[in-house]
């Protein structure tokens, strides 16, 4: 009787996971489709602890405590701008519950395990190893105690591609041969080997895809999970976290017109410029302009596009843009923000930022939705973006951005960059945009910039 | 066909018919919201939890139970603070017009 109602828990935590996720295609419905979603998972967790299989609780309890604080505590002092690094920390977390369940599970039952339950559980312990390092340096890197810069040595995707293939082919070898536990640790190692290794030569500016990435491997782990222990709401939640993974890694990759391959293989920005990306500029000269001048620009015009990128996140400059913005509106004008898909450390991080600063979220716009409104904006302010603005990337076949889709800030009226200095984005790329006619440079720190500006219009 | 093969071929099914699902719910989800996308899926996928429970609570060997300890635990830190961080984020959206802060009209 009791596994009818465990079941039934399950079968409903499942419809109450996907009611979530649609609840979150439609930004009114969303918190209320994920206290659904949260209310699955209690029903789930419920059920569960019915199992007769369960004959001591204190480990449990214990257990429940202890991550119920830490995750609480998390979630409440996390400030917005290191959301990147909770959500790689927590894909971290996530395939070590699911790798920790795989050993215990192959620990226990080593003797009788057939080929079929094997494979599920090398699956589940191979990916789950390689995400727990793999976030953990995803982490790392974001929180800029590992270095972010990507690491490269010689023949090192060579050796990346042999550790893997090890892998695999213990993983293999253990399907034929499930008692062999010397191959079942081995392979456990050579997948953490795996992730801190992959993760090594990727750059800040790549992190929205490798997120994604381990994101779907997360929920590929969990899936195992649920094969190895034959449980039906394991597999379909873990399914619907791999599935939203790698849908926003093709996107991520997309808007930044490159390959999987090419973003994991690629070590870019590694310093190495392409032998086009600088010609182009030649002889011409930047237009610095005076706080006092942005203001008047700024005040009079009836449409302004803001641009904000990761620089705007890294001077915690958010308050101050829409500050700005009010004043803006205050002279008649209108403000519109356009969010390119890459802009941040991962996917839909501006939006985050924004919306906390109070912007309200109608304001923002996908590439998508604005691209078109740049020719009658009468000013396009950038803050903090570089690459995603490059118009390079549209008309010079020899940049290494060419291809990649940016945002039509050129084709603005006026175009006011905000940007500490000249030196070049990330990938090292030189930004024609910044030495066009109508380009304006305003130098310094994006929130003093911003306050001086705002200073400026007040005193109108 | 064995027992054993029959049920994983439905579990197939499950694994592949949820991932069509999720895939078709996603592309629907607008990217203003990717973020807490990224953290609801991550805390729904804190559903490890329910197989940590098992390992932590069952009759295993002392070792195995301490796997499971620490499984429920770091499963655990996924669900609380995946879904209460994904709230707080859902919380700050706001359409124009219902801001906290009251509005100068135009």
Redesign the interface.
């Known amino acids: 009787m009791t596994e009818y109602f465990i079941q039934a828990a399950y079968l409903a ?2 419809v109450l ?2 009611l ?3 609840g ?2 439609r ?2 419905r ?2 209320r489709g ?2 659904l ?2 209310l699955g ?1 209690l029903v ?2 419920i059920g ?2 019915l ?1 007769h ?5 204190v ?2 309890i ?3 405590l ?3 604080g ?3 505590a ?3 002092w ?1 400030p ?1 701008t290191a ?1 990147p690094q ?2 790689a920390i ?2 971290a ?2 395939a ?3 790798t ?2 795989g ?3 192959y ?2 039952h080593v003797g009788h395990l ?1 080929g ?2 094997m494979a599920a559980l090398g699956f589940e312990v191979m990916f789950g190893s390689l995400t727990i390092t793999g976030s953990f340096m995803a982490f790392g890197k974001l929180q800029g105690f590992v270095k972010s810069a990507p690491v490269t040595y010689k023949f090192q995707n060579h050796s990346n591609i042999a550790l893997f293939v090890v892998a695999f082919v213990l993983f293999v070898f253990l399907i034929f041969s499930p008692g062999s536990q010397w191959a079942f640790y081995l392979m456990v190692l050579a997948g953490l080997a795996v992730g801190v290794l992959i993760v090594l030569p990727i750059g800040g500016a790549d992190m929205p895809v490798v ?2 990435l381990l ?1 779907s491997y ?2 590929l ?3 195992a ?24 890694s093709i ?1 991520m990759s997309k808007a930044m017109n490159r390959s999987f391959a090419n973003v994991i293989f690629g070590a870019f920005g590694g310093g190495e410029t392409g032998p086009g990306a600088t010609a182009a500029i030649g002889d011409l000269t930047v237009h610095a302009v005076t706080a006092e001048d942005a203001a008047m620009q700024l005040a009079y015009a009836r449409l302004v596009i803001v641009v904000p990128g990761y620089g705007m996140a890294v001077a915690q400059a958010q308050m101050q843009v829409r500050e700005l913005a009010e004043l803006i ?2 002279h ?1 004008g209108e403000v519109k923000y356009a ?1 390119h ?1 890459v802009a941040g450390r ?4 501006m ?2 930022l924004l ?2 600063a ?1 912007v ?5 716009y ?1 590439m998508d939705e604005i691209n078109g409104e740049f020719q009658r904006a009468d000013v396009a302010l950038v803050i903090g973006a570089n690459d995603v603005v490059n118009p390079a990337a549209r008309n010079n076949p020899s940049s290494p951005i060419h291809g990649m889709p940016i945002l039509n800030v050129d084709q603005a009226r006026r175009v006011i960059v905000i940007k500490r200095s000249m030196n070049p984005g990330f990938a090292g790329i030189e930004n024609e945009l910044f030495y066009q006619p109508n380009t304006s440079m305003l130098f310094g720190d994006g929130k003093k910039a911003l306050l001086e500006v705002i200073g400026a219009i007040k005193a109108l | 066909m064995s027992m ?2 029959v ?2 071929i439905l ?1 197939l099914y ?3 018919l ?6 078709q ?37 002392g ?3 301490f ?35 009251p509005k ?1 009209p ?1």
């Open positions: 935590a499942s996971f996907i979530g996720i649609k979150l295609t930004p009114e969303a918190r994920m206290q979603a949260a998972m789930a967790i569960t602890l199992n299989q369960i004959i001591t609780y480990w449990i214990l257990g429940l202890i991550g119920s830490i995750g609480a998390m979630s409440i996390m917005m959301i909770r959500t927590s894909h977390f996530g070590l519950a699911a920790l369940v050993i215990a599970e620990y226990e057939d079929t339950k997120i994604s994101n997360a929920g782990a969990s899936s999970t649920g094969f190895a222990i034959g449980n039906n709401v394991l597999i379909i939640a873990g399914a619907l976290d791999g599935a939203s993974g790698f849908l926003l996107l509106e205050k008649g969010i898909p991962m996917p839909g991080h939006n985050v919306a906390e109070n309200p979220y109608d304001r923002l996908d | 054993e093969a049920t994983t579990e499950v694994f592949v949820a991932g069509f699902v999720g895939y719910l996603i592309t629907r989800v607008p990217p203003l919201l990717h973020t807490p996308l990224m953290s609801a899926t991550n805390a729904i996928s804190g559903i490890s939890l329910v197989g940590s429970l098992v390992v932590a609570g069952g009759e295993f060997s070792l195995a139970t796997l499971g300890f620490i499984a429920v635990t770091a499963a655990t830190i996924n669900v609380v603070g995946g879904f209460m961080i994904t709230d707080r984020m859902l919380k700050m959206f706001k359409p124009q017009g219902s801001s906290e802060r100068e135009a």
